[in-house]
């Protein structure tokens, strides 16, 4: 019998969490793995949700949450644990998810190692380095360093050519299609005290990025009051991130009207069954464009630049920025022109089928020379 290869997840942050929770329970059912799973801790509470919720446990936690810390600190600290473990495991293949600093430590901290990488949705681009910041130096550092790249979209394959890359390049669909449908099809509600799902069109929004920190918030956050006022039979649901630099000036701005719902940060569960029950969403999340277009909900950007321009060809998403009278100009077409909101809402989701993880195991599998 041939010894099982030794294969190292790691993670950090409740979107990686989301995204490889699906890649980690199909590769649990291969006997030809031996999966080892790090989390680094760069978020806690959150991490801790989703993998409650999938069934999964980190073998090594480098708990390297601090209060307030920096990009420097999360890197320094993550790579010199992450050092650590993959000297004492021997590990066969590391895989990341994404653009986050754990990513780009762990896949660092492999290469000083000389442990080839697999990188979890990889190729997204913007062509801006500093926006979305540090996402997109993070991917960019991650793709030259990776032995397998797994491109969620035909678009993410030619930005790695354009990239001049090396490795193998495949084209999978994005994993956070496989954990959303598994969610999903369990129908789970969402209860959020005094909000009237059924009496109200509810508005979903997230706002977090760096990048809209200060400026354009407060640009963000009267657009939302003026929408609620220009539509009152409309509601907001703003599930809040945890960071005070983004939570207080959206309490303060926000947090007085009545038709406005400010809640701590939803389960993953508690999220899919808002997002099925909304009648749109606005946000700066990467993820959830992906997301909701499979639930038939139309997504507003509220950035100036995406790295999932797919969204935005196939129709499932536009970009509006964060000026309030863009804001208040795209959302107002949607609820007020009902042709305009079925052509988003039917329009095909370009991010994949629900079974990116297994095709990620097969070419890992045939990567570490098992099969064809």
């Known amino acids: ?25 199909v590769f649990r059912h291969s006997p030809k793995l031996e999966l080892q799973i790090a989390l680094t801790g760069q978020h806690r509470e959150m991490v801790t949700q989703v993998m409650q919720l999938f069934h999964i446990k980190a073998d090594y936690d480098l708990e390297i949450m601090q209060h307030q810390q920096s990009l420097s600190e999360i890197t320094c600290r993550s790579l010199q644990g992450l050092e650590a473990l993959f000297k004492q495991e021997k590990l066969d293949l590391i895989l990341v998810q ?16 000389k442990i080839p990488i697999g990188h979890v949705e990889a190729g997204l681009r913007t062509d801006d380095l500093l926006n979305p910041y540090p996402e997109e130096a993070n991917r960019r550092l991650i793709s030259q360093l990776t032995q397998l790249h797994f491109a969620p979209t035909l678009n993410s394959i030619e930005n790695l050519r354009r990239s001049g890359v090396v490795g193998e390049i495949h084209l999978t669909g994005n994993t956070v299609i496989d954990a959303l449908l598994n969610v999903a099809q369990n129908q789970p509600d969402c209860k959020i005290p005094g909000l009237d799902w059924n009496n109200y069109r509810v ?22 009051l003026q929408i609620l006022e220009k539509f009152p039979d409309t509601a907001l649901l703003l599930p809040l991130h945890r960071n005070p630099i983004v939570r207080e000036p959206l309490q ?14 939803l389960d993953y569960q508690e999220l899919v069954g808002a997002i099925n029950r909304s009648y749109l969403l606005l946000t700066d999340s990467g993820g959830l464009q992906e997301e909701a277009p ?44 009902a042709n305009a909101y079925q052509a988003m809402a039917n329009a095909i989701n370009p991010f994949g089928d629900g079974h990116a993880s297994e095709r990620i195991l097969q070419i890992v599998e045939k990567f570490l020379g098992y099969g064809t």
């Open 294 to 337: 499979s639930l038939g909900k139309p997504v507003l950007v509220l950035r100036d630049t995406t790295e999932r321009p797919e969204a935005v060809t196939a129709g499932t998403a536009k970009l509006v920025g964060t000026k309030k009278e863009s804001i208040i100009a795209y959302t107002s077409e949607l609820l007020s022109d």
């Open 1 to 25: 019998m041939i010894k099982p290869k030794k294969v190292g997840i790691v993670l950090g942050t409740r979107p990686e969490a989301i995204k490889l929770a699906p890649v980690i329970q």
């Open 203 to 224: 508005l979903l929004a997230t706002v977090h990025r760096r990048e809209n920190w200060g400026e354009p918030l407060q640009g963000i956050a009267a657009g939302f």
């Open 252 to 265: 303060q701005i926000l947090g007085n009207h009545p038709r406005i719902f400010l809640t701590e940060p």
């Open 98 to 113: 994404g653009d986050t600093t754990t990513a780009f430590a762990a896949t660092l901290a492999a290469f000083y190692q």
